[in-house]
């Protein structure tokens, strides 16, 4: 069963789609733009800490490299904060669609809302 709220599921989008959009144009440094200055990422490789990371990390990922999400939940665990649940799939040019789920939690702050931890899972 999926719960996610509509204006939930409007934030999460905005941020998700302007991350997608980095990274299919292979632009690490907007998709660390998205993320808090303190943002833990952890993606398939050892965990970071900060929009370095972040950036380090989407470069070393190969190019025409692209990525689809599919929402499957929101939670607000506080004002503030919106936490989002997607299965997300990763496709290549040279090897088979890597298929994951992501967790985030954005933070919203004057600038905006940002995401202060993203963890991948792979899947079975």
Do not use: C
């Not at 998205?34 to 990922?61: I, K, W």
């Not at 929402?71 to 088979?96: C, H, I, K, N, S």
Request: net charge negative; charged share 25%; aromatic share 10%.
């Amino acid at each position: 069963m999926n719960r996610t709220d509509a204006q939930d599921e409007a934030i999460l989008r905005d941020v998700l789609d302007r991350w997608k959009a980095a990274v299919d144009q292979h632009r690490p440094d907007r998709v660390a733009a998205l993320f808090t200055e303190d943002a833990v990422f952890q993606g398939l490789h050892p965990y970071s800490v900060g929009r370095a990371g972040v950036a380090a990390y989407y470069e070393s990922q190969p190019l025409g490299m692209t990525a689809e999400y599919r929402v499957l939940e929101t939670r607000r665990p506080t004002e503030g904060l919106l936490l989002g649940y997607l299965a997300t799939e990763f496709a290549f040019t040279d090897r088979p669609t890597l298929t994951v789920n992501l967790g985030v939690l954005l933070k919203r702050s004057d600038d905006g809302w940002a995401i202060a931890h993203y963890q991948v899972s792979r899947l079975p």
